[in-house]
């Protein structure tokens, strides 16, 4: 939606639509299987990020890369924008749509602090996490602690 695609009431407020470049969105952690989504966004030249790519190619490295990346004159900063289906359903299981092979705890605060010290970044939301799902609060706690490890050390 905030590319521009979607619903127009929510991607044209006020007209200022699209929000973002297609360019300027990175994607981490789509699962390795998902070839047709994978396809679909390089296709729009949205650069995507598998878990199996951050596993290889490490997540600290890929998010100093990134965040590097966005030291740019033409952008005012960047938003980091956290789904907590990027987890794995093991560790995270209080998703709606929970997919196998995603990432664990460990790599996503690596994947996290980097972005989160830069100067550049502006701010960071957490979606998709389901309260519903999680009656004892459990998945709930890990995330706020993967948020306040990310922060602790940046």
Same mark, same amino acid.
């Given at each position: ?5 979607? %619903?127009?009431? #929510?991607?044209?407020?006020?007209? #200022? ?23 679909? #966004? ?14 290889? &190619? ?6 100093? @890369?990134?965040? %590097? @990346?966005?030291?740019?004159? %033409?952008?005012?900063?960047? &938003? =980091?924008? #956290? !789904?907590? !289906? =990027? ?17 664990? @705890? !460990?790599?996503?605060? +690596? ?22 799902? !999680? ?5 709930? +706690?890990?995330? @706020?602690?993967?948020?306040?490890? +990310?922060?602790?050390?940046?």
């Amino acid at each position: 939606m905030a590319t521009g695609r979607g %619903q127009t009431d #929510l991607t044209d407020l006020e007209g #200022l639509g699209p929000y973002l470049r297609d360019e300027d969105v990175r994607l981490f952690g789509i699962r390795d299987e998902f070839e047709e989504d994978r396809a679909e #966004l390089a296709a729009l030249k949205i650069p995507v990020v598998t878990v199996g790519d951050v596993r290889e &190619w490490g997540a600290d490295a890929l998010a100093r @890369a990134t965040a %590097q @990346a966005f030291e740019i004159p %033409q952008l005012a900063g960047f &938003w =980091v924008h #956290l !789904d907590a !289906d =990027v987890l794995d359903p093991i560790v995270m299981p209080a998703v709606d749509s929970p997919d196998p092979n995603g990432l664990v @705890a !460990d790599e996503l605060i +690596a994947l996290l602090r980097p972005l989160l010290a830069s100067p550049h970044c502006v701010g960071l939301n957490v979606t998709i996490y389901d309260p519903d799902l !999680d009656p004892d609060g459990t998945a709930g +706690a890990l995330l @706020a602690d993967i948020i306040v490890s +990310a922060f602790a050390e940046s």
